[in-house]
RNA sequence: GGAGAAAUGGCAGAGUGGUCGAUUGCGGCAGUCUUGAAAACUGUUGAAGGUCACACUUCCGGGGGUUCGAAUCCCUCUUUCUCCGCCA
């Protein structure tokens, strides 16, 4: 959610920064400052109306420790009649406010200046490739035939189980999930990142404050019975640890890293790319995830991409880095960057990791502040990234690294694995 | 799941209808003293809205109610603790 304070200040920048996604804010914005007058008029009177109520209250406390009686009477009736009016004109304030809210939930963040225009995943910007794409025998197969083949991951059983989307791991495909979420983890904490375990499961409160909800509500389960969420991504809780925090200035910046599975119902996407394990609905993630100051999250975002690199480059994976374009971005980032490794019996790339700098997006509905010497709490800039999101990469490196004996495990991975060859 | 108790500022902990945004202690910050530090002493120290700045308003777990007036009374939800039951 964009701050108020700053939509009234900065009126012509928001409206100029929101163009970079092609977002025409003109209109939602009028809305918003015309119903924040009519907030703060409203406001103004009622609270005038409550001083004077708070007035006549002590007013007649008095009366009566005097005995006077009948003065405290008359002085009752006219707190009625401010009552009466206090009470219509705090219904009318709070309408106001939540109209205004629903105005405001509905501004996208604004982009970075460096983020490029555009509409479309074809406008993101390439800047930069790294490793060889494999050169694949002509009969090279994808990865989910090779996952039957030495029965790595059974699909149909999953759809058994639960239903489609919900893979089976088995063997040495099971033992290869494990070994990459400890390398993740342990490449993480070797960055700096603090490793936290949280739950899976979230209340409305934390959906609400990282964004999923009101408008994502299609793309989560829901268990029912308690009203919680499974989480689509650990950056739902981890961030949410932060709710409604001030922090101190000594305490950043906070780097925490998580592993948990992830839930997404992925309403609406079916036909193509979906095959596989190219897109499900349950998979495994290692999420970074930080809080810094708002001066060093353009800094901090270039380390978490760093990071991201450089295990991709352990894992001997060719990949790219998309800037995403304005039209591309998810509505809370200011700016993000894709990794996509390249997957070389489908000839694709496909993506595995998203980085994305939120500025106070985030942190001003989660009210994450900080306090700076003296000063007033201000908010705090949010972060966060897969590092990594496991099911591509699995598609990546089964693909690429097939040979006629065995699949290769990258030299990295095996003291995880245990084992160099899967056959 | 059953019975009972409780939820107050960074922490501990008073406050049972007006003088309470809230006694006090600890912690934090500033100062006095000191070569410096510690100790001691003095002052200061929650958040949101609003204002050029004040004023003013709201917030004592969440929501609702009673009252001229609520941290304090009532209803309700949530959470925590103790006891019992069940259990990885």
Known sequence: MLQLTHIREKTEEVIARLAIRNFDAKPLINQVLSLDNDRRKTQNELDALLNEANIIAKQVGDLFKQGKKEDAEVLKNKSAIIKESSTKLAEQLKSIEEEQQQALVQLPNTPHLNVPKGKTPEENENIHQEGELPKLAANAKPHWELTSQYDLIDFELGVKLTGAGFPVYKKQGARLQRALINFFLDKAIAAGYTEIQPPILVNEASAYATGQLPDKEGQMYLATVDNLYLIPTAEVPITNM??????????????????????????????????????????????????????????????????????????????????????????????????????????????????????????????????????????????????????????????????????????????????SIIN
């Open 242 to 419: 932060y709710r409604d925090v001030i922090l101190k200035k000594e305490q950043l910046p906070i780097k925490n890293c998580g592993y948990t599975p992830c839930f997404r119902r992925e309403a609406g996407s079916y036909g193509k790319d979906v095959r596989g394990l190219n897109r499900l609905h349950q998979f495994d993630k290692i999420e970074i995830v930080q809080v810094v100051h708002p001066d060093k999250s353009y800094e901090a975002i270039e380390e978490m991409r760093d990071h991201v690199a450089s295990v991709l480059r352990e894992l001997e994976l060719p990949f790219r880095i998309l800037k995403l374009c304005g039209g591309d971005m998810s509505f809370a980032s200011a700016l993000t960057y894709d990794f996509e490794t390249y997957s070389g019996a489908q000839q694709k790339w496909l993506e595995v990791s998203s980085v994305s700098n939120f500025e106070t997006f985030q942190s001003n509905r989660l009210k994450l502040r900080f306090k700076e010497d003296g000063g007033k709490p201000q908010l705090l800039h949010t972060l966060n990234g897969s590092a990594l999101a496991l099911p591509r990469i699995v598609a990546s490196l089964l693909e690429n690294n097939q040979t006629s004996e065995g699949i290769k495990i990258p030299k990295s991975l095996i003291p995880y694995t245990g084992f």
